[in-house]
């Protein structure tokens, strides 16, 4: 394996985990294509089970969407399948280095499929990031990995990305000269960054394009999808511990997404009568005893 240009350093890359080689290339171009991630097997067994509410989907509306393409959302419910793709553990590794200096834990921001049809036209350009007004110098807020159900081609609408747009962000726009279609396969996946510049890519075939998207974000933002609508507790019973807290059932700290006070994840167990219970960072906990105890001078 060639060495790897890694925060400005070459270092050799058989040194590093396979996801931190990932976040080396993510981080250098805005994003990355991993070959035959996921058994092709398991990719059609999922896009069979969604293949109903793909035909019982209208079409969606407006400006950003398109008029000739089909999105639907809360996957984890439509499909116990999607768990393995939400937590494929290279992915969740990646996720956690890029994302986890930021909050106290990553959440899901969406799961989306979407298929592109026939004369479909190209999607405006934009940064996922832009849902949210307020950004942190150097941080990012979302990574997205897209999953094709059938093969993107430049022609059917596979997505176009800028390479290193994650670093030109004061430009909203950016040359399509400069814009590389993400050509895949089933199994293969695309991972980008929320401030790197994307689209979905016209469709100039006669065959629809199919694939979803999984989105995780920082844990103290407000998601694209409601995640209690989505997985109500009924339906978040069924996740395992680590997928329900993906999906909302887990306060972020300091007391964040609580109910009744305390962690939501509660509502996944029995009834228990228990009164507010704090969930606080280590260090804000510290300053409290410290003002307790009197350890504090006033500035």
Known sequence: ????????????????????????????????????????????????????????????????????????????ARSPLTADFVLKPVIMELVDQILGPYCDRVQLNLTQAIEIEPGSEAQAPHRDQDMWPIH?????????????????????????VWPG?????????????????????????????????????????????????????????????????????????GFSPELAALAGYRAHRPNLGTYEGRCPSALLRPAMHEGAVDSLRPDQEDLIRAWREGRLSEA
């Open 1 to 76: 394996m060639n060495d790897l240009q890694m925060k400005g350093l070459q270092m050799d890359a058989s040194t590093f985990s396979h996801s931190e080689l990932l976040a080396a290339e993510l981080m250098t171009n805005g994003y990355c294509i991993e070959r035959e991630l996921m058994r092709i097997s398991q990719v059609n067994a999922l896009a069979r089970d969604l293949d109903g509410s793909f035909a019982s989907t209208p079409r969606s509306q407006g400006l950003f969407y398109g008029s000739r393409t089909r999105r639907f959302h809360g996957l984890l």
């Open 136 to 160: 942190t110098p150097g941080a990012e807020y979302l990574i997205n990995v897209m999953w094709p159900f059938t093969p993107y081609t430049a022609d059917n609408g596979a997505t176009l």
């Open 165 to 237: 747009s994650h670093r030109r962000q004061e430009e909203m726009l950016i040359g399509a000269d400069e814009a590389i279609a993400a050509e895949m396969y089933p199994g293969d996946a695309l991972v980008f960054l929320g401030s790197t510049l994307h689209a979905g890519g016209a469709n100039r075939t006669s065959v629809s394009r199919r694939g979803m998207i999984i989105s995780y974000s920082l844990g103290w933002l407000k998601p694209y999808e409601l995640p209690w609508l989505a997985y109500p507790p009924e339906v978040a019973k």
